[in-house]
């Protein structure tokens, strides 16, 4: 129920009595509207700075979220150039100096794949061609066992022994000779 003059003078005030009342009652109206409209200003104000953090949190979550892509992309492409220069033969204790020389943004992923991994070797192996040698496999040697000779050495034995037969196995000759059995 609103507050009227007719209602003040049903209520059979004063004229006097009226005006006052409907003034005070305008001032507490109009204390009320000045309070409502600093709360509006005020709850107004802590949304658009609540929409100003949401925002400024949102975009620092996606710049991390990329970042993190970006590592985990960069740590992949990383991996893919190791197997790859185990391919091309570098050798494996050289691996992990050879990565710093790698820079990380030049690595170009295209799905799971490294597109650009054939230029990144070629550029290694142009530059640090000797960590990319591959081994040369050079025979040994066979060994000349001595003859075997089913016991001591016996005259004949010796008889039968070319020079470099006796010079190979002249330990034992020399051991025959020592014990005086010839």
Same mark, same amino acid.
């Given at each position: 129920?609103?507050?009227?003059?007719?209602?003040?003078?049903?209520?059979?005030?004063?004229?006097? &009595?009226?005006?006052?009342? !409907?003034?005070?009652?305008?001032? #507490?109206?109009? +204390? @009320?509207?000045?309070? *409502?409209? /600093?709360?509006?200003?005020?709850?107004?104000?802590?949304?658009?700075?609540?929409?100003?953090?949401?925002?400024?949190?949102?975009?620092?979550?996606? &710049?991390?979220?990329?970042? !993190?892509?970006?590592?985990?992309? #960069?740590?992949? +492409? @990383?991996?893919?150039? *190791?197997? /790859?220069?185990?391919?091309?033969?570098?050798?494996?204790?050289?691996?992990?100096?050879?990565?710093?020389?790698?820079?990380?943004?030049?690595?170009?992923?295209?799905?799971?794949?490294?597109?650009?991994?054939?230029?990144?070797?070629?550029? @290694?192996?142009?530059?640090?061609? /000797?960590?990319?040698?591959?081994?040369?496999?050079?025979?040994?040697?066979?060994?000349?066992?001595?003859?075997?000779?089913?016991?001591?050495?016996?005259?004949?034995?010796?008889?039968?022994?070319?020079?470099?037969?006796?010079?190979?196995?002249?330990?034992?000759?020399?051991?025959?000779?020592?014990?005086?059995?010839?």
């Amino acid at each position: 129920m609103s507050l009227t003059r007719q209602l003040l003078k049903d209520l059979q005030l004063g004229d006097e &009595a009226i005006e006052q009342v !409907i003034a005070a009652h305008i001032e #507490t109206v109009n +204390a @009320l509207k000045a309070e *409502r409209d /600093a709360a509006t200003a005020e709850l107004e104000a802590l949304r658009a700075t609540a929409d100003q953090s949401t925002a400024e949190v949102q975009a620092a979550f996606d &710049a991390y979220r990329t970042q !993190i892509e970006t590592d985990r992309n #960069t740590a992949k +492409a @990383l991996d893919m150039v *190791r197997l /790859a220069m185990i391919q091309a033969g570098c050798n494996e204790k050289a691996i992990d100096l050879l990565m710093q020389a790698i820079d990380p943004a030049t690595l170009e992923m295209d799905g799971g794949t490294l597109k650009n991994q054939a230029e990144i070797i070629a550029e @290694l192996k142009g530059k640090y061609a /000797a960590f990319f040698a591959q081994p040369i496999r050079m025979a040994a040697p066979t060994i000349q066992p001595p003859i075997p000779t089913g016991g001591a050495l016996t005259r004949e034995d010796l008889s039968r022994m070319s020079a470099d037969e006796i010079n190979r196995n002249w330990n034992a000759v020399k051991g025959v000779l020592a014990k005086g059995a010839i």
